[in-house]
T-cell receptor
Framework: AQSVAQPEDQVNVAEGNPLTVKCTYS??????LFWYVQYPNRGLQFLLK??????LVKGSYGFEAEFNKSQTSFHLKKPSALVSDSALYFC?????????FGDGTTLTVKP | DAGVIQSPRHEVTEMGQEVTLRCKPI?????LFWYRQTMMRGLELLIY????????DSGMPEDRFSAKMPNASFSTLKIQPSEPRDSAVYFC??????????FGPGTRLTVL
């Protein structure tokens, strides 16, 4: 069985500061890992993914994520947060068919 | 491509009525997913299809829920009879194999 944990329900950062949204996973075999973002009253949007290769993955809107196999983590990062980054972020692991999503982390960036 | 299309965007109905939600996946995608999102329960996978065949419906809450995919470009999620606890945002998503899922804008269902 596959699972994803997002240990923080809420992350608050000041604009211009770096941000990290944490994710750990459990899966048999090679992990296919994703980050999605959801803005209010919208569907989830793809941010970035790790399939294979370089452990540092770059995605949309300046976000990046670091795959760490030994720690089974896939934390989302951004060097300088924007107020417009405030949203709900989901980590997901994809198995042979379906994806398993974390419970989501609400990111609030304050001016 | 227009992305995943869902209709209606909003649905308000009374308890006991039948509700049908519709989804058009992205052309060429072979997987289709139906999710439900609420504040209390978060994002839940209800059912998913591969090449129009239902693969896993273990997330369907009860027999009042049913889903069909008669062809590669159309799927429905039906609730009959509807209950107030079914009020939620229902998302459809599609993907190619095990790659990125693309979500529709959702249908906000309110059952009075």
């Amino acid at each position: 069985a596959q699972s994803v944990a997002q240990p923080e329900d809420q992350v608050n950062v000041a604009e211009g500061n770096p941000l990290t949204v944490k994710c750990t996973y459990s899966v048999s075999g090679n992990p296919y890992l994703f980050w999605y973002v959801q803005y209010p009253n919208r569907g989830l949007q793809f941010l970035l993914k790790y399939i294979t290769g370089d452990n540092l993955v770059k995605g949309s809107y300046g976000f990046e994520a670091e795959f760490n196999k030994s720690q089974t983590s896939f934390h989302l990062k951004k060097p300088s947060a924007l107020v417009s980054d405030s949203a709900l972020y989901f980590c997901a692991v994809r198995g042979p068919g379906k994806s398993t999503f974390g419970d989501g982390t609400t990111l609030t960036v304050k001016p | 491509d227009a992305g995943v299309i869902q209709s209606p965007r909003h649905e308000v109905t009374e308890m006991g009525q039948e509700v049908t939600l519709r989804c058009k996946p992205i052309s060429g995608h072979d997987y289709l997913f139906w999710y439900r999102q609420t504040m209390m329960r978060g994002l839940e996978l209800l059912i998913y299809f591969n090449n129009n065949v239902p693969i896993d419906d273990s997330g369907m809450p009860e027999d009042r829920f049913s889903a069909k995919m008669p062809n590669a470009s159309f799927s429905t999620l039906k609730i009959q009879p509807s209950e107030p606890r079914d009020s939620a945002v229902y998302f459809c998503a599609s993907s190619i194999h095990t790659d990125t899922q693309y979500f529709g804008p959702g249908t906000r269902l309110t059952v009075l």
